[in-house]
């Protein structure tokens, strides 16, 4: 149950957020007892989602109008007023939607502040940090899991402790002299350990603390003392005004919003409860079962896209996405893809696997890349075992079902056969090249090309959706019956591709057509690898969550 709330703070939150605040121990029957939860009530019913789902959109929607605030009344500010400002916003977001739920935040990031004041940034702070926050977030799960779906504390509770992770690796990265940290590591260590206040804007920060997505600690200090915008006059001398990202703002915004409705819309009539039934595994043939599923992978990834392009937006707009390398203040030119999360259109239209990790969770895959995958194989040498140890903390970093091992092991072996297929068909591409005399592609070649291009289309779509069974329906049973029901087949289709790639000269193949290859193939796929080792795409490989953003 919930505790009773302090009326001086539940007014507050109340007036923030009066639509609907969590429910309270009301008398029944009294003028306030339907007004806290009518709005999130009627919005469930009407949408046919959870409260819980509701109550979170609700939270991601307000950061927008947070955002308008601060940059109508605290853009010019002192950096202690910012502070307070994204502090106590987040927080109210954070009761909200979850209660006194919050003070599991609370307590974790105070802990991690404390190891790094008395430790001091050393090995020992990141181990205790590390283990301190992953600790926090298993019991939680142990404690919160079901066999389903759940949206509580630990949603952003598993964004938090990545975030103070990172932290405590950054602050450890100061001890070290910049010849010997990596590009990354020299943008993003910190010098020396900030107020408490300052961590708790830093994780409670609107625009990424629900559900995502990551940034540096750096970043948000930079923002908050007014200097990630750069130069404050061009030059010409007049002063340089930051204007308001309005089309970026409606191109996120827009993106989530027709995800999300997309979702809402259709999602109902290919759910993984479905794969579940009789029918399903019993009485339906294989390909209607593939065609299922396929398109049930299609639709349950939009609630997690539609989920992340709306918090982009409000931090869009609030200013803080602002990417300076990319940018170009003199001639007007203003990027704000800094807090990029999805790339909507490589994700839709990417013909590789590598194009869609690329393109989804984008953030998560750049956290795992440098705090766990690239520092790992500097420490052990060997790339492999950082990349299942990055694999076996993004299966664990979701929860205890196995489901999500199922998930990221066939995400392993995936790339590792589709690595192997694109070498063993770079042949018949070259031989698609147009002609080095005409610079032309003959007809029948541009239709040989477009029946391959949508061959790879499906198969990577199927084989996401594959993989996503399992995440899904989260247990070993559940996960074995519709793999059963599908025979297996994309386990049984990944083996044969490495089978068969043993039996062929790799080395050769990798030459095979260089010196007249003309780039028409997407950058994901060219040479053997698409774009990159099967080793470094699994290890950059994010999660297909966090798990309960849905």
């Known amino acids: 149950g919930i505790s009773e709330p302090l009326p001086l703070f539940d007014d507050c939150v109340s007036w923030i957020l009066p639509a609907a605040v969590p429910p309270r ?30 109550r979170l959109l609700l939270g991601l929607f307000s950061g927008y109008l947070f955002a308008i605030i601060f940059r109508a009344l605290l853009w010019d500010a002192d950096r202690g007023l910012k502070n307070t400002y994204f502090a106590f916003t987040g927080l109210s977001l954070a009761y909200f939607c979850y209660g006194w739920d919050i003070k599991h935040s609370l307590i974790t990031t105070f802990g991690s502040y404390m190891v790094m004041f008395w430790s001091g940034p050393n090995r020992a702070t990141v181990f205790l940090v590390f283990v301190w926050n992953m600790g926090y ?43 010997q940290m990596s590009r990354d590591q020299v943008s993003h260590h910190i010098k020396t350990l900030p107020a408490l206040l300052e961590v708790y804007g830093f994780v409670y920060f609107f625009g990424g603390f629900l559900i ?19 130069k404050t006059v061009n030059a010409a001398g007049k002063p340089v005004r930051v204007p308001v990202p309005v089309l970026a703002v409606l191109r996120k915004l827009g993106f989530g919003v ?72 003199d001639r007007g030119v203003w990027v704000h893809e800094a807090f990029s999360n999805v790339e909507p259109y490589q994700f839709e239209s990417s013909l590789s696997l590598q194009g869609i990790i690329e393109s989804f969770n984008i953030s998560t895959n750049m956290w795992v890349k440098n705090y766990l995958f690239r520092r790992l194989a500097k420490a052990t040498q060997d790339k492999k075992v950082a990349m299942f140890a990055s694999l076996f903390f993004l299966a664990i970093w979701h929860g205890f079902q196995v489901g999500y091992f199922f998930t990221f092991g066939f995400e392993y072996l995936s790339m590792q056969a589709a690595t192997t297929l694109s070498l063993m068909l770079k042949p018949f ?76 000269n790799q080395k050769k ?33 994010s999660s297909r969550g966090p798990k309960k953003a849905q």
């Open 25 to 54: 121990h009301v008398p029944a029957g009294s003028a306030a007892n339907w007004r806290p939860m009518m709005v999130v009530s009627m919005l469930a019913e009407a949408l046919g989602q959870s409260e819980d789902g509701i």
């Open 429 to 504: 591409r070259v031989a698609l090249d147009p002609d080095p005399a005409s610079g032309r592609r003959a007809p029948w070649k541009w239709a040989v090309l477009l029946v391959y291009w949508l061959l790879c289309y499906i198969t990577r779509s199927a084989v996401l959706a594959y993989g996503l069974v399992s995440f899904e329906v989260l247990t070993f049973s559940k996960s074995l019956s519709v793999f059963r029901s599908l025979y297996f087949s994309g386990h049984v289709l990944a083996v044969l591709v490495l089978l068969a790639g043993m039996g062929v």
């Open 258 to 329: 027709f995800y999300l409705a997309t979702y809402a819309l259709f999602a109902g009539n290919f759910t993984s409860g479905f794969m579940l039934t009789e029918e399903f595994l019993e009485e339906w043939s294989l390909p209607a079962r593939w065609h299922y599923v396929w398109w049930m992978g299609k639709f349950c990834l939009m609630k997690y896209l539609g989920s992340w392009l709306v918090a982009e937006g409000s931090a869009v707009l609030c200013g803080m996405a602002y990417q300076r390398d990319a940018s170009d203040a």
């Open 509 to 541: 193949l990798q030459a095979y057509g260089e010196p007249a290859h003309s780039g028409w193939v997407p950058r994901e796929q060219r040479g053997a690898g698409g774009g990159g080792s099967a080793t470094d795409s699994a290890a950059a490989a």
């Open 137 to 179: 977030l298993l019991w939680g799960y142990q404690m919160m899991e079901t066999d389903g779906y759940d949206i509580n504390w630990t949603t952003p509770q598993c964004m938090v402790a990545l975030r103070l992770i990172a932290m405590a690796f950054d602050y450890r990265d100061r001890s070290r002299p910049e010849s």
């Open 212 to 230: 995502g997505p990551q940034y540096s600690f750096r970043r948000y200090l930079s923002f908050v003392n007014g200097t990630l915008h750069g």
